[in-house]
């Protein structure tokens, strides 16, 4: 960027935008303005080792912001996060970390997701914690747009940019996210997803999904007074997904980016709120590893490491 002052546009995801799809083609330009997407003429899943991490949710449920919020967090609070060296998209991950990062700062959230191809980041992210039970750990994040991801309802099916994901066997975390304000016509489309998992032979386990009610600030606050405040507003918006949850004791959570006002016609962020990614951020590192972001140890691990550093 020539001006450090001068203002990002929103980040967008879209393919007439500055950000690109991946593209195969060897011209210089492309490669630079290009975003790892996946090639939908493919099954083929790479980078198996990865830890997936599947969002799910309707168009404008958030999951876009939540994703470069946390992503943010990630990198900003509590660690270093960069693209897997050796993939092929590793050049094409950082522009669009930049993006993100940049637009997140400047208070831009990013658009919609691009309809028929499936966003994926792969990650490696090292937690800033000096105990070794807290090592780093590769993380693949996936983006479908909410127009796609809805293509199951009434008994649909998956196209198979996104199925491919659902029918393989590596390791996946889910995150459903449904919005404040429309939390109560998600119910059907969230237990049909759930039923979907199922029927691909996903196990519903309380280390692998989170439901998340995103924009939790139009509530009129930033947290919520009790926990149980968060379960009531489920049970009275999602009956059927509370009772689903409820049943496999599954996480819930809500989330909140901060002050978000309208401006010229577009959302930007007055006000960066951190905390509820802090919180998101730590449940997947531990779902995931088993052990919490700020881990010390017990008493003899401490001193073990002392003596080791």
């Known amino acids: 960027m020539s001006n450090e ?3 990002l546009k929103p980040l967008s995801l879209d393919d007439s935008e500055t950000l690109k799809p991946l593209s195969i083609d060897t011209n210089e330009e492309n490669q630079r303005s290009s975003v790892p997407l996946s090639k939908t003429a493919t099954n083929e899943i790479k980078n198996r080792d990865s830890n997936f991490v599947f969002f799910f949710g309707n168009p404008q449920s958030g999951k876009s912001v939540i994703l470069s919020s946390l992503l943010y967090h990630l990198s900003s609070q509590v660690g270093v996060l960069r693209p897997i060296i050796g993939t092929p998209n590793s050049q094409e991950v950082q522009t669009l970390l930049y993006d993100f990062y940049e637009n997140i700062r400047q208070g831009y959230l990013p658009e919609r997701t691009t309809v028929g191809k499936v966003l994926e980041i792969d990650l490696v992210f090292e937690p ?3 105990s070794k039970k807290v090592p780093p ?3 693949t994040f996936l983006e479908a747009s909410g127009e796609d991801l809805r293509a199951i309802r009434r008994g649909g099916n998956f196209q ?3 199925s491919k994901y659902l029918s ?11 919005s404040y304000d429309t ?3 998600d119910d059907t489309l969230i237990n049909e997803f759930l039923d979907e998992l199922e029927r691909k032979g996903k196990n519903l386990r309380p280390v692998n999904i989170i439901l998340v009610i995103s924009k939790w600030d139009l509530s009129g606050r930033m947290d919520v007074e009790s926990p149980e405040e968060l379960d009531n507003f ?3 918006n999602l009956r059927r997904t509370s009772q689903r949850f409820d049943a496999n004791e599954l996480s819930k959570t809500f989330y909140t980016i901060g002050n978000v006002e309208s401006r010229d016609g577009k959302q930007k962020i007055t006000l960066l709120n951190l905390d509820t990614a802090g919180v998101l951020s730590n449940w997947l590192y531990e779902s995931i590893t088993g052990y919490p972001l700020d881990y010390e140890g017990t008493f ?8 080791t550093n």
Do not use: G
């Open 128 to 130: 800033n914690n000096k």
């Open 168 to 178: 393989s066997n590596v390791p996946l975390t889910f995150i459903i996210v449904t």
């Open 183 to 185: 939390a109560d016509q």
């Open 5 to 7: 002052n001068e203002e």
């Open 137 to 139: 750990v590769n993380l």
């Open 160 to 162: 198979s940019h996104i």
């Open 234 to 236: 489920v049970t009275n």
């Open 300 to 307: 003899w691990e401490r001193i073990k490491f002392s003596f």
